[in-house]
T-cell receptor
Framework: AQTVTQSQPEMSVQEAETVTLSCTYD???????LFWYKQPPSRQMILVIR??????QNATENRFSVNFQKAAKSFSLKISDSQLGDAAMYFC??????????FGKGTKLTVNP | ETGVTQTPRHLVMGMTNKKSLKCEQH?????MYWYKQSAKKPLELMFV???????ENNSVPSRFSPECPNSSHLFLHLHTLQPEDSALYLC????????????????FGPGTRLTVL
């Protein structure tokens, strides 16, 4: 069974600085998707960025980028120029072609002014 | 209303009560999901519906009973719950399910915070 591990329960960053959230996963599949979801205190979870495993190029979305290391099964999220609105729970998730999104336990990010 | 809405946002119930959670999506999607989010645990998928047919029941106790009358609405009927069922219940929808590797993004509602006394 696929598993997703986020080893950092909490992280903090100063406004305008850069922070990296870690995620590792376990799968025997070769084709799959990886995601980072953001859940602000208002609780509506939104998709931040996604990576298709067959693509070698790391995905980027404005200030958000990933470091995808397929062989190491690592998928970290880098947030550049952190803003107060980035404060949230961040969930790493895996999808391998079934109906199930497999989530990690989440990392709570605090942004300090 | 846009996106995925859930009512009520907060619910407190006793173990002998019967209540229902409602989810409505305004995105024209055909697949809908219930998730349970407990503190310090990964999101747990509970049920999946595709075109009103249940395709997944992730070993959920029978005190949780889903209903999907149409592709826009999803209910979770609750009865004789236990205190450990207290959690945030999230609804999500996606375009549909596919067996091919083509991910359809899931859009989440804000959740219902359930407390069982």
């Amino acid at each position: 069974a696929q598993t997703v591990t986020q080893s950092q329960p909490e992280m903090s960053v100063q406004e305008a600085e850069t922070v990296t959230l870690s995620c590792t996963y376990d799968t025997s599949e070769s084709d799959y998707y990886l995601f980072w979801y953001k859940q602000p205190p208002s609780r509506q979870m939104i998709l931040v960025i996604r990576q298709e495993a067959y693509k070698q190029q790391n995905a980027t979305e404005n200030r958000f980028s990933v470091n995808f290391q397929k062989a190491a099964k690592s998928f970290s999220l880098k947030i550049s120029d952190s803003q107060l609105g980035d404060a949230a729970m961040y969930f790493c998730a895996y999808w391998g072609g079934s109906e199930k999104l497999v989530f990690g336990k989440g990392t709570k990010l605090t942004v300090n002014p | 209303e846009t996106g995925v809405t859930q009512t009520p946002r907060h619910l407190v119930m006793g173990m002998t009560n019967k209540k229902s959670l409602k989810c409505e999506q305004h995105l024209g999607h055909n697949a809908m999901y219930w998730y349970k989010q407990s503190a310090k645990k990964p999101l747990e998928l509970m049920f999946v519906y595709n075109f009103k047919e249940q395709t997944e029941n992730n070993s959920v106790p029978s005190r949780f009973s889903p209903e999907c009358p149409n592709s826009s609405h999803l209910f979770l009927h609750l009865h004789t719950l236990q205190p450990e069922d207290s959690a945030l219940y999230l609804c999500a929808s996606s375009q549909d399910l596919t067996r091919e590797l083509s991910y359809n993004e899931q859009f989440f509602g804000p959740g219902t915070r359930l407390t069982v006394l």
